[in-house]
């Protein structure tokens, strides 16, 4: 199968050649010719697998030939930059052009953009909202509207804001949402804002690549970075390691530095410009190593990574499957590694139900600082009484994990009644009334 034989006009096929595009991926083959028809669509893809141009091809050649105005919504800055970067590659050759929209870049800029009349804007949510406040944009030329990432922007809250944008766009639009789970709000969301939706999968919902090769350690805590050290020494390709807190991430590229790796690190404790530059050099291979949080990862999309390490188990399942889809892209095997401390059994047990795949403990490569009683064994490791799917990191308690904020936590403002998981018990030290 090629481009060829998916609908697309010879100018746009001519500008994929020019581009590199040889073969369309399973998402591309599946939902550019129903895009093209004007149908909606939900398709379910993890990030890397070609969703942009899935929806680039078809929205620049409907607008092309129409008219009309495209808008991309999406959750993180870095992922508006870098699908911004793909649109401007396309839309360049057409004499379309286009506008980017997100929060810590100048608003008067911004405005100078649209003034320009742009044929598609790319947006976060927060920040398009705050220029329809300023009644600096009119989303009523909107005609194809795609929603990128809507699990993310669902767990990061943007929930009212997107349906407070979809409320503003024409009806006779077309849209096309795509996300690697789909949550019951989301699914409602689609139900109300949709018309009759063609629904596509690139990958079954909520699993990870069979390409992606996963294992487990069981490792006292003080023991990570060694585990880690080791790790890196057996492995020649760039990695991409997972920290639930923001300083975490800080002291992991720290001591990666220390002994020698070309490590960086990237949270949200760092400027849009710092967060570039780090992004950038992983890219360019500059850096071997990034060191990330969930929250400032959801804006890497970046092909060639050969391994994935949860330094940290993160807090929901839903993060374990963003996080280890970041390798065994483009046809390529790729391996994720998970460290779970040994009283993290029902954190593994959650991901296992989530994913349907069972994570083994492996043999410890190196000796531990501390004895384990039982090595390679989780404690409490068992079936969870009720079906994982939101928070499931909590200590007894309610409480958070100790080390501060996880990275994956969901952001102040988010939706009420989604806080994590069941409200606290009452402690014995607790006054009842």
């Known amino acids: 199968m090629d481009f060829e034989s998916l609908g697309i006009s010879p100018k746009i096929l001519a500008v994929l050649t020019a581009a590199g595009f040889k073969k369309p991926t399973p998402i591309q083959h599946q939902a550019i010719p129903i895009a093209l028809t004007g149908q909606d669509i939900v398709g379910l893809a993890q990030t890397g697998t070609g969703k942009t141009i899935a929806f680039a091809v078809p929205m620049l050649?409907?607008?092309?030939?129409?008219?009309?105005?495209?808008?991309?919504?999406?959750?993180?800055?870095?992922?508006?930059?870098?699908?911004?970067?793909?649109?401007?590659?396309?839309?360049?050759?057409?004499?379309?052009?286009?506008?980017?929209?997100?929060?810590?870049?100048?608003?008067?800029?911004?405005?100078?953009?649209?003034?320009?009349?742009?044929?598609?804007?790319?947006?976060?949510?927060?920040?398009?909202?705050?220029?329809?406040?300023?009644?600096?944009?009119?989303?009523?030329?909107?005609?194809?509207?795609?929603?990128?990432?809507?699990?993310?922007?669902?767990?990061m809250g943007f929930m009212p804001q997107i349906r407070r944008i979809l409320k503003q766009v024409s009806v006779e639009r077309q849209t096309m949402l795509f996300s690697a789970t789909m949550p019951s709000e989301i699914e409602k969301l689609a139900q109300q804002f949709m018309r009759t939706p063609e629904r596509i999968e690139a990958a079954r919902a909520g699993r990870a690549s069979d390409l992606v090769e996963q294992s487990l350690f069981v490792v006292p805590k003080p023991d990570k970075i060694r585990l880690l050290k080791y790790l890196l020494k057996e492995e020649s390709g760039t990695v991409l390691v997972f920290s639930r807190t923001k300083f975490g991430a800080k002291r992991i590229a720290r001591d990666l530095v220390r002994v020698g790796e070309s490590a960086t690190e990237i949270h949200s404790n760092l400027t849009l410009a710092q967060r570039r530059k780090a992004l950038d050099g992983f890219k360019s291979g500059k850096y071997r190593v990034l060191v990330a949080t969930d929250i400032a990862a959801r804006g890497i999309d970046v092909t060639g990574i050969?391994?994935?390490?949860?330094?940290?188990?993160?807090?929901?399942?839903?993060?374990?499957?963003?996080?280890?889809?970041?390798?065994?892209?483009?046809?390529?095997?790729?391996?994720?590694?998970?460290?779970?401390?040994?009283?993290?059994?029902?954190?593994?047990?959650?991901?296992?139900?989530?994913?349907?795949?069972?994570?083994?403990?492996?043999?410890?490569?190196?000796?531990?600082?501390?004895?384990?009683?039982?090595?390679?064994?989780?404690?409490?490791?068992?079936?969870?009484?009720?079906?994982?799917?939101?928070?499931?990191?909590?200590?007894?308690?309610?409480?958070?994990?100790?080390?501060?904020?996880?990275?994956?936590?969901?952001?102040?403002?988010?939706?009420?009644?989604?806080?994590?998981?069941?409200?606290?018990?009452?402690?014995?030290?607790?006054?009842?009334?």
Not at 78 to 87: C, F, G, I, N, P
Not at 97 to 126: D, E, W, Y
Not at 384 to 394: D, I, N
Request: aromatic share 4%; proline share 9%; hydrophobic share 30%.
């Open 306 to 433: 050969s391994l994935v390490v949860n330094f940290d188990l993160p807090e929901a399942a839903e993060d374990y499957i963003h996080r280890i889809g970041r390798t065994g892209r483009a046809e390529c095997q790729g391996k994720a590694i998970s460290f779970a401390e040994p009283d993290q059994g029902l954190l593994v047990t959650a991901i296992e139900h989530r994913t349907q795949v069972q994570l083994r403990p492996q043999k410890l490569p190196i000796t531990t600082s501390m004895p384990i009683e039982r090595p390679n064994t989780l404690i409490n490791k068992r079936k969870p009484a009720r079906r994982p799917g939101p928070k499931f990191g909590r200590r007894p308690g309610g409480g958070q994990p100790s080390g501060g904020r996880p990275g994956g936590a969901r952001p102040s403002g988010g939706r009420p009644g989604r806080g994590g998981g069941r409200p606290p018990r009452p402690s014995s030290h607790r006054r009842r009334k």
């Open 61 to 155: 050649q409907r607008i092309s030939r129409e008219g009309g105005q495209g808008l991309v919504l999406l959750p993180t800055r870095e992922l508006a930059l870098q699908v911004d970067e793909e649109y401007q590659k396309l839309a360049k050759r057409f004499g379309l052009r286009t506008a980017i929209l997100i929060g810590g870049a100048s608003m008067n800029v911004q405005h100078a953009q649209l003034k320009r009349r742009p044929h598609v804007i790319v947006a976060t949510p927060g920040r398009l909202i705050d220029l329809m406040e300023r009644r600096w944009i009119a989303l009523d030329k909107v005609n194809v509207l795609v929603l990128d990432e809507a699990d993310r922007m669902l767990d």
